[in-house]
């Protein structure tokens, strides 16, 4: 099976999508092997890093996908077709409880909207979280989230409790700095010597220097006691705060690769939320070679991710609408490919979930059909696939039979100049070029019915 792939500029610059099926020319002799894993693309022995790992890297020109240093062929890969077969197979998401789950999401969404935020609002949308991961579809994302929210309220909440025990410390500081004012200017009871007594003057002035530091030491001891709990207190509210958001910003990346759009929007409206302070900044290994910073040119944010699952989404609506369209016209060819689009981008978007089993199977059989050119192409059986040509010709209006007819006429017409070569060989008697030419052109055309008579 073979599929075209494409690169999303925006929400997807991290992932390779791959288009429907469509044929793509070989020479007809001989058939070309698989890509070997070993063959990497030049660019990856420069591999970037997200989030400290090797990010995919795809090569249009081989069609690999180099990950973590391994190599595959996008382009003939039974489990991405096995994929989109079986979401073109499966029935249309319309149900009730579909139904009462997008609009648990939307819910959400609209809770927690700019400019619609209270605090009853989030906690609406909070509460909202378990129900909506109740449906199969939700694969307990929203239990995820909700956990996620509920940990940085606790992390919050233990916060303002490290703040009023910072208060109270902040009160026996200033006691103790008072205290140890206090006990600096403090002069001795004792009467002072005589001016003109100078070893009684220096004992004088010793023993009233001991009494002061005798004072003094316990405050200075208790003092610096209460400054060190002090920064560590602040210190410990700030590791937890940075924490908590590198935790929650985690799962806003982990929805985004899951193309769980949906998801990534309720997480970085509840970030808002939860964290107040404006800094929305993503902390990834490696600022400067991550995805994020490569494809927006900026260093990545909360709302850098915020845009580019708003745009995934309002690509996959205009995938299927260009989808419904073309099939509307006949136009298999490109509505099969602007559904894979659609389909790689936003798998699980409503839009995709809820489309027409019976729309959906148009396009799957002009998949099937082409997927038979291709098998028959492959396995160099012209004549089937020249049928299969004038059945695509048929089927879909917009089907390019450039590629395959070349392909086919060229290998009959090679077959054919072999066979004639190996009949002015055999009528010379020239049995090294006979045999020569007879093994020529089986490889090209195995099936020819004039090799077969000759």
């Known amino acids: 099976m073979k599929m075209t792939p494409i690169i999303h500029a925006s929400a997807l610059a991290f992932a390779v999508t791959l288009h429907a099926q469509v044929f793509q020319p070989q020479a007809p002799a001989p058939a ?10 030049a660019q990856s022995k420069q591999q970037q890093s997200f989030l400290g790992k090797d990010i995919p890297l795809f090569n249009p020109g081989t069609n690999n996908l180099t990950i973590d240093g391994k190599t595959w062929n996008v382009t003939n890969n039974e ?27 939307r819910h959400i969404l609209d809770d927690l909207a700019p400019g619609n935020q209270t605090v009853k609002t989030v906690d609406d949308a909070f509460i909202s979280l378990p129900k909506a991961s109740n449906y199969d579809i939700d694969a307990h994302l929203c239990d995820a989230l ?90 410990l509210m700030e590791l937890n705060k940075v924490q908590m958001k590198i935790e929650f910003q985690a799962l806003i990346v982990q929805f985004m690769l ?78 099969s490919k602007r559904l894979a689009e659609a389909f790689a981008v936003g798998e699980y978007m409503p839009e995709i ?44 209006v917009d089907f390019d039979n450039s590629e395959p007819l070349a392909a086919i006429e060229t290998a009959k017409t090679i077959c054919s100049l072999h066979v004639a070569k190996a009949t002015n060989a055999m009528v010379s008697g020239d049995k090294v070029t006979l045999e020569a030419e007879v093994k020529a052109a089986f490889e090209t055309w195995p099936r020819s019915p004039q090799l077969a008579e000759f």
């Open 146 to 235: 909700a956990d996620a929210v509920y940990s940085a309220w606790r992390a919050q909440n233990q916060a303002a409790r490290i703040q009023q025990a910072n208060a109270a410390l902040e009160e026996e500081r200033k006691k103790h700095e008072w205290n140890l004012g206090v006990a600096s200017q403090q002069s001795s009871l004792d009467p002072a010597p005589p001016a003109n007594n100078g070893a009684a003057q220096k004992a004088y002035t010793a023993n009233t220097n001991a009494k002061q530091n005798a004072q003094m030491l316990p405050e200075q001891q208790r003092l610096a006691e209460v400054l060190a709990m002090i920064q560590k207190n602040n210190a």
């Open 353 to 396: 979930r809820t489309l027409p089993r019976e729309e959906k199977q148009k396009a799957l059989k002009f998949v099937h059909q082409n997927n038979e050119l291709i098998s028959a192409i492959n396995v160099k059986d012209y004549a089937r696939a020249e049928s299969i040509v004038k059945d695509l010709e048929k089927t879909a």
């Open 32 to 41: 070309p092997a698989a890509a070997p894993a070993a063959q990497a693309p």
């Open 258 to 335: 899951q193309r769980r759009y949906q998801h990534v929007l309720m997480a970085t409206r509840f970030y808002r939320a939860v964290f107040s302070d404006g800094e929305d900044k993503i902390d990834i290994k490696n600022q400067k070679d991550n995805i994020f910073a490569n494809a927006s040119g900026m260093p990545p944010t909360v709302a850098t991710v915020d845009s580019m699952a708003n745009e995934a989404i309002r690509d996959v609506r205009e995938g299927v609408q260009a989808f419904k369209f073309l099939v509307s016209q006949n136009q298999l060819e490109g509505a």
């Open 79 to 105: 489990f991405v077709a096995a994929r989109f077969e079986k979401y073109l197979d499966a029935p249309e998401e319309t149900g009730a409880d579909d139904k009462a789950y997008q609009e648990i999401i």
